[in-house]
């Protein structure tokens, strides 16, 4: 586990800590799976880890804290909001592994994994239509101003487009960016290792 973290990680104090990345997908949702090393030291719910636009039309997070992970997407029609069976004890004080894929057709398709293992689906509400994202990717934080921010911290923070197998997820959450294969790179937009100050 601690080869896989990699030298060290982003720590995030819940208050007003977040790294707004370069990556944007401003635009239609496309799908994209995430994939990120997590400590949590947070004692509340609702605290974004990431996402895109805030709670903007078309903005989607996943947010941790209390008894399930949830996927929240603002949409066209209301809130969608899909929440997955926590069965890792994510507030215990170590890492856990994350791998979120977003399915931009279809609410019910989007999946959760913790520690390479496929979290069962807790509830799922659809109230509308994916539209077109605002913002680009944030993490430690649902947007930059939403006051909703992760306290703890996360390492290895992947992302792919297109989902990922069980199989590949378990194989990423072993390494840092310069072990990955040669096809595990293939799909791979951004790594952000968050090992270091810069």
Known sequence: QADAIGVGSALF??????ITTGY???GAPIDVTYSF???????SDNNGVFGHGGVNAGAFHINRGGDKPMLYVGDS?????????????????????????FDSDDMTGCKCYVDGV????NATTNTGTF????EGLNIGGDTASSGRYYEGNIAQFGV???ELT???IQSIMEKTYEELTASEKTDLVSWYPLDAAA
């Not at 809130?79 to 894929?101: E, I, M, P």
């Not at 496929?118 to 689906?121: A, F, I, M, P, Y």
């Open 160 to 162: 792919w487009t297109g």
């Open 13 to 18: 104090d819940g208050t007003d800590d977040v």
């Open 166 to 168: 069980q199989e590949q």
């Open 118 to 121: 496929l979290l069962g689906v």
């Open 131 to 134: 539209t077109a994202y605002s």
């Open 24 to 26: 944007d997908t401003s």
């Open 77 to 101: 029609g209301g809130t969608r909001v899909r929440k997955w069976d926590d069965t890792s004890a994510q507030d215990d004080g170590n890492w856990h592994h994350w791998a979120v894929f």
């Open 37 to 43: 090393w997590l400590k949590s030291s947070q004692t």
